[in-house]
């Protein structure tokens, strides 16, 4: 469950090159886009809520949800949106791509350094997606010639800012039953973020009814789903096997660009793609080789004493 729950989110997020650059052509601003994004997202969240809580008449969990861990995230999640949409006006797409994919290998350090460790195998894993997404990703080094420093720098916040959000989801929100509320509070307070950075810089609307339907599937799509299912992937898989799941991301967003945007799709990309579901078969092989292990001894322990 916690890969399918994982799989939803990325599938979802994939679909961002695909609503950016329709909306971009469309003439809104990156900030805007992000902007009207959970602005949106909030009000979808918050109406599921009322309608869920209206609808099933549950009493509400006696467990309150931890205050600064939840502003943490809803920071962490401002802060990763703002440097994704920075990012990439000062590097090519492909190298903020590679540079961003080293989250999976911050959490892993991160984790470590708190006490989890990751096994041998999930270090390979890791390693492999790493090399998919960079293969999967064309033409990375172009980006890294001339004077993008800071779009190199920005990259690299925002990987840790995402690192960071998984590995504080996978404490905060354990055991919580209402992940509705959860993410809901968490991306109201991605919204108080964005809403001072728009204080400052202004904010323009969709200039017209493509961009306001474009906008409101990226939301729904692209935010509510994915923020939805990746807290609930983590809280299932633990924060560096959800990050280097994670990784087939780029895979998605560039046969989503393909079939959607017509973009062609490089051989390398291709055995990008390869490599990075082979790393993530590493990383379930043990998992699946105990699980039929157990089952198979249940089996044996069933015919040896029928009931």
């Known amino acids: 469950m916690g890969?399918?729950?994982?799989?939803?989110?990325?599938?979802?997020?994939?679909?961002?090159?695909?609503?950016?650059?329709?909306?971009?052509?469309?003439?809104?601003r990156p900030l805007d886009i992000g902007f009207m994004?959970?602005?949106?997202?909030?009000?979808i969240f918050w109406g599921i809520k009322l309608s869920v809580s209206a609808r099933t008449q549950r009493?509400?969990?006696?467990?309150?949800?931890?205050?600064?861990?939840?502003?943490?995230?809803?920071?962490?999640?401002?802060?990763?949106?703002?440097?994704?949409?920075?990012g990439l006006e000062r590097l090519p797409s492909a190298t903020y791509i590679v540079l961003f994919y080293t989250y999976p290998m911050m959490t892993a350090i991160i984790?470590?350094?708190?006490?989890?460790?990751?096994?041998?195998?999930?270090?390979?894993?890791?390693?492999?997606?790493?090399?998919?997404?960079?293969?999967?990703?064309?033409?990375?080094?172009?980006?890294?010639?001339g004077d993008n420093l800071p779009g190199v720098l920005i990259a690299f916040v925002n990987a840790l800012a995402v690192a960071i959000y998984y590995v504080i989801s996978s404490r905060a929100l354990r055991g919580t039953t209402d992940m509705i509320t959860a993410s809901?509070?968490?991306?109201?307070?991605?919204?108080?973020?964005?809403?001072?950075?728009?204080?400052?810089?202004?904010?323009?609307?969709?200039?017209?009814?493509?961009?306001?339907?474009?906008?409101?599937?990226?939301?729904?799509?692209?935010t509510v789903i994915p923020v939805f299912m990746i807290n609930r992937g983590i809280q299932l898989l633990g924060a560096a096997q959800a990050g280097i799941l994670g990784s087939v991301e780029p895979l998605l967003a560039s046969i989503l660009a393909m079939i959607i945007l017509g973009e062609v799709m490089t051989g390398n990309q291709w055995l990008g793609g390869?490599?990075?579901?082979?790393?993530?078969?590493?990383?379930?092989?043990?998992?699946?080789?105990?699980?039929?292990?157990?089952?198979?001894?249940?089996?044996?322990?069933?015919?040896?004493?029928p009931s």
Not at 4 to 26: D, H, I, S
Not at 121 to 136: D, N, S
Not at 278 to 294: C, K, Q, S, T
């Open 274 to 305: 390869l490599v990075i579901v082979a790393g993530i078969v590493v990383l379930e092989l043990p998992a699946l080789i105990n699980r039929r292990a157990a089952q198979s001894a249940l089996d044996n322990e069933a015919i040896g004493n």
């Open 184 to 222: 809901a509070t968490i991306l109201t307070v991605t919204l108080g973020v964005m809403i001072l950075v728009v204080l400052v810089v202004g904010v323009q609307l969709p200039p017209n009814a493509l961009s306001w339907a474009v906008i409101t599937t990226f939301a729904v799509v692209g």
């Open 111 to 145: 984790e470590a350094v708190l006490g989890q460790p990751l096994p041998r195998v999930a270090w390979l894993a890791l390693a492999l997606t790493l090399v998919g997404v960079v293969l999967t990703a064309p033409d990375f080094s172009q980006g890294l010639q």
């Open 37 to 43: 994004r959970f602005v949106i997202a909030v009000t």
């Open 59 to 86: 009493p509400p969990d006696p467990r309150r949800l931890p205050l600064i861990p939840i502003l943490a995230l809803g920071v962490m999640l401002a802060i990763a949106a703002l440097t994704g949409f920075f």
């Open 3 to 28: 890969i399918l729950y994982m799989v939803a989110a990325v599938m979802g997020y994939a679909f961002f090159p695909v609503f950016t650059k329709t909306l971009l052509e469309q003439g809104m």
